[in-house]
């Protein structure tokens, strides 16, 4: 039986000797140790609609597409994948937790021996741990994942955010980010500290450095606020008055919310942003209450300090927010993409029972090929699942990779 056990131990012990531009080398170089010729990493563009061959060690590899192609399929499913056509091959997710990198192409003339399925399980989770561990000493991997140039306000928002899903036995968190290339005014943040899931969804005003460079103070201060341990109206004063501060002609929209995780009390405060949708049994079944504070910046304007709203959360309840560049993307006609297609898509998603992080890939395609392949504002979506541990639906199966 093959053991993935020594090339693992390998990788760990050879990886922090080079730089990332070495990896595909010592990836390929820990192949025989699962019985394979080849193995090559391949990454996923930002905007998640290619597969981009990280190459070295003489290895020749074209792009592949998302949609169309067996890695594809892997990177979308999280399940391997094997063509009959081509029985020295197999695809494996690459996966860090739940974050999902790209695949791994593994030639073996065992590839079609299920008992591998483990083994090169393991070896990718090793690889996903290696290259985010070494990604930060180079620029092979941002170069790589970029189709076109990257904008300065892109890269600072891009810089700040973090990874676009996380998960645990009982909580899912996954977002979205459109244009990849040139944002400015969204942003968002996590954090899970104990029993309390903290999320903030900013929307700033403006377009390119400003809106990157208010999106920046936004989720900083936010950060600042709920790692001093102030609550969340406390939080909300804090981001508006650095904002009034800083930013004085600008402000913006926020959805905040804290999930307590033993007990499904979701708590928000909505400042000025659209209401976040309840999803329940595969439906959205309504829309959360809409703004209980004014928009960041402008809390001065009112003497009402910022309202929260509580739901308590059904087991398996799905939260859906999104900036208004979803629901205003314009066909060619001026038709809105409307917050009844959004709720429609998400709807015939989760009863495809398509993971998470896939539903939101899928929303920014179609949002995408509504407006022509291209975005007149951001659009960003994120989702927030609760699954108490008691419940036995494993969902994490659709996020994480398999125990070997």
């Known amino acids: 039986m093959v053991d993935a056990g020594d090339a693992a131990r390998w990788l760990q012990l050879n990886a922090p000797r080079g730089g990332p531009d ?10 025989p140790a699962i019985g394979a010729t080849e193995i090559v990493i391949y990454l996923a563009d930002y905007t998640q609609s290619c597969l981009v061959p990280m190459l070295g060690a003489g290895l020749t590899r074209d792009e592949l597409t998302i949609e169309t192609t ?5 990177f979308t499913t999280l399940d391997v994948q094997r063509a009959a056509e081509a029985p020295d091959r197999l ?5 860090l937790g739940c974050e999902r990198l790209g695949v791994l192409e593994v030639v073996s003339p065992a590839a079609g021996d299920p008992a591998l399925d483990g083994p090169v399980w393991e070896l990718a989770v090793n690889v996903a741990q290696v290259l985010v561990n070494r990604r930060l000493y180079g620029d092979v991997v941002e170069r790589m994942r970029r189709r076109l140039p990257m904008q300065v306000a892109a890269e600072i928002v891009w810089g700040l955010l973090p990874p676009l899903t996380f998960a645990t036995d009982d909580l899912v968190v996954t977002a979205i980010l459109e244009p990849c290339y040139d944002v400015g005014g969204d ?7 104990g029993d309390v899931l903290s999320v903030g969804l900013f929307d700033t005003c403006g377009h390119g450095i400003r809106a990157s460079s208010l999106a920046s103070l936004v989720v900083s201060a936010y950060r600042n606020a709920r790692r001093s341990g102030l609550d969340l109206v406390d939080t909300a004063i804090s981001i508006d008055r650095w904002v009034r501060s800083e930013h004085p002609s600008y402000f913006a929209t926020a959805l905040l919310a804290e999930l307590d995780r033993r007990t499904g009390r979701l708590r928000i405060i909505n400042a000025g942003h659209p209401g976040a949708m309840l999803l329940r049994d595969g439906k959205a079944i309504r829309e959360l209450p809409g703004p209980t504070a004014l928009p960041l910046g402008l809390g001065h304007l009112s003497e009402r300090r910022p309202r929260v709203y509580e739901e308590d959360l059904h087991p398996g309840d799905r939260l859906l927010a999104y900036t208004d560049g979803i629901t205003e993307a314009r066909s060619a006609d001026g038709e809105r993409f409307g917050l009844d297609r959004l709720v429609d898509f998400v709807n015939r998603a989760l009863n495809d029972s398509q993971p998470s992080p896939e539903t939101m890939r899928r929303l920014v395609r179609a949002v995408l090929a509504y407006q ?9 979506a994120l989702i927030l699942e609760w699954q108490p541990q008691h419940l036995p639906l494993g969902h994490l199966r659709h996020v994480t990779a398999p125990h070997p």
């Open 22 to 31: 070495e990896l595909s080398l010592l990836v390929n170089r820990a192949a």
């Open 187 to 193: 942003i968002f943040d996590y954090a899970l500290n």
């Open 372 to 380: 022509d392949e291209q975005l007149d504002d951001d659009a960003t």
């Open 91 to 95: 695809w494996v997710p690459l996966l």
């Open 70 to 74: 067996l890695a594809g399929r892997a």
